[in-house]
């Protein structure tokens, strides 16, 4: 006889296809097709979807309240530091964009354009914002005077569109969510102090709650902002190994202020004109999460951007005892742990109609950090049993002890993730002295390439033709000099080169 079938399947295909759960198994694995896994994390998890509109996404519940989190954190970052935020319009005048030549020249392929409203032809033309430098410039013309006006600190939650041509969910998308922070200053120093402020704002939080490893440092003139003197960026690795840049900080010098007429009288009575900064990150982010910490079965999450940090799941077959103890203590031990964790932070799951198996794969599958157990045998015993997402592990852990012991065990899966991706990122971090070695350990190893670098912007461009590198940063940790790998000029910056997201 042959195998037994179900639904067309030879059963023992189909176990195959099924995880130790007997869920399905919908996820490619990462090792045999990165971006393919990428985008079932993102479907399993429920984060986006694809929009209509080509390039465009709809950012889904989960993936809106993982966004609420991050938001969070970074608005009271901003707000720490002495920042407001307002809302500035999404259309400008195409006539704006042409102010600053460099701003423009950066943008202009990938600017959506307005030239019809109201059933009539637009006498001029209005921009989609790309980005936010030109309207912000102008409106702060009007607000600033005197050296009394001064600093403006504002920022800004909004999407902005860039036309894309090679969307991938999260990581780019024509239309995203983002912050775009911008000031204006009364003198250089004070801006490019708050450039640097912003840069180690983003630092910290991507390190202390995203659990991300970044590297801080600044751009090389190839990589700056269109209009920028100087830009500074926090990078990434991910587990494929390319590099993801995950927020930037711009000294605009007095580029725009110039362009837009922010000036103002100084205390001598002299008209000066403002120097300016603006720095944002965006749902990017959440692609960054993705593919730092996700696996094989889903989505990954460090508990402190996690919406739901513990799923509590009462177990049994028996109706009446769910309903009579196990249920109402589940209940209890909610309320216990969201007194120490915050309100909406513990899911009760009541999914009764689902097997335990496929219960416990749904809230692995969207990265719940902690699942919480409580069959028959743990009501009897008072306790619950812990499962870690990050490992696998399982703890079993006392009813009267749960408020103590679930925040301790969710600050370590917290440390684990930036760990295990620090030690990833240093594992693959190589030295180069010389371009021969650049192109082989690149083809051969991947990941972080180091080494000191001061060739132009022709250098730069040679190199990415030739490998698909490109200079990530100057790291600002390092400051050491040496003898440049590419043109073998001395006095050369430390620099990482990487192929990018």
Not at 176 to 181: A, K, P, S, V
Not at 194 to 220: C, D, F, H, N, Q
Not at 296 to 305: A, C, K, R, S
Not at 371 to 392: F, I, K, N, P, S
């Amino acid at each position: 006889m042959g195998s037994k079938r179900w639904r067309g399947f030879p059963l023992p295909i189909l176990m195959s296809l099924m995880g130790e759960n007997g869920m399905a198994k919908n996820i490619t694995p990462r090792a045999q097709d990165f971006s393919q896994w990428y985008l079932d994390v993102i479907r399993v998890a429920g984060l986006a979807d694809y929009a209509p509109v080509r390039g465009c996404m709809v950012v889904r519940p989960t993936g809106y309240s993982i966004w609420e989190v991050i938001q969070k954190h970074f608005d009271e970052g901003f707000k720490e530091t002495g920042h407001v935020n307002a809302y500035f319009p999404l259309l400008i005048p195409h006539s704006f964009l042409e102010k600053e030549a460099q701003h423009v020249e950066g943008f202009a392929p990938e600017c959506a354009v307005v030239t019809h409203a109201g059933g009539e032809e637009l006498e001029e033309p209005l921009v989609v914002r790309p980005t936010s430098e030109t309207v912000i410039g102008h409106m702060y013309s009007k607000w600033v005077q005197s050296w009394r006006d001064l600093p403006l600190l504002i920022n800004q939650w909004c999407s902005v569109m860039r036309w894309e041509k090679r969307p991938r969910l999260f990581l780019r998308t024509s239309e995203f969510l983002w912050q775009e922070g911008h000031t204006a200053h009364a003198t250089r120093d004070e801006a490019m102090e708050e450039t640097l402020t912003m840069l180690e704002v983003y630092r910290r939080i991507m390190v202390e709650e995203l659990a991300l490893p970044v590297v801080a440092g600044e751009k090389s003139e190839g990589e700056r902002f269109p209009g920028a003197d100087n830009t500074f960026t926090c990078e990434a690795m991910m587990s494929d190994k390319k590099a993801l840049q995950a927020g930037t900080s711009h000294f605009l010098g007095q580029n725009f202020a110039k362009a837009f007429e922010i000036a103002f009288q100084d205390q001598d009575g002299q008209v000066q004109f403002a120097w300016t900064t603006s720095w944002g990150v965006s749902t990017r982010l959440i692609g960054a999460l993705i593919m730092t910490h996700a696996d094989d079965d889903g989505l990954v999450l460090p508990p402190h951007v996690a919406p739901v940090k513990v799923a509590l799941l009462p177990i049994s077959t028996d109706e009446e005892r769910l309903a009579s103890d196990l249920e109402p203590k589940a209940r209890e031990l909610v309320t216990a742990l969201e007194a120490r964790l915050g309100r909406r932070s513990v899911a009760l799951d009541t999914q009764y109609h689902m097997r335990p198996g496929d219960r416990f794969f749904s809230h692995l599958q969207k990265g719940v950090p902690l699942r919480l157990e409580l069959g028959e045998r743990e009501w009897q015993e008072g306790r619950v049993r812990a499962v870690r997402r990050d490992t696998g592990e399982k703890i079993d852990l006392p009813w009267d002890r749960l408020a103590e012991e679930v925040p301790a065990i969710l600050e370590q899966i917290q440390q684990n993730l930036y760990q295990r991706a620090l030690e990833f990122r240093l594992a693959h971090t190589h030295d180069v002295s010389s371009f021969d070695q650049f192109r082989s350990t690149l083809e051969e190893k991947g990941g972080f390439l180091r080494g000191y670098f001061a060739g132009t912007r022709e250098d730069e461009k040679a190199i990415k033709e030739a490998t698909g590198a490109t200079v990530r940063c100057f790291p600002l940790e390092d400051q050491s000099t040496g003898t440049c790998f590419y043109t073998g000029k001395p006095g050369a910056r430390r620099a990482l080169f990487a192929k990018a997201y």
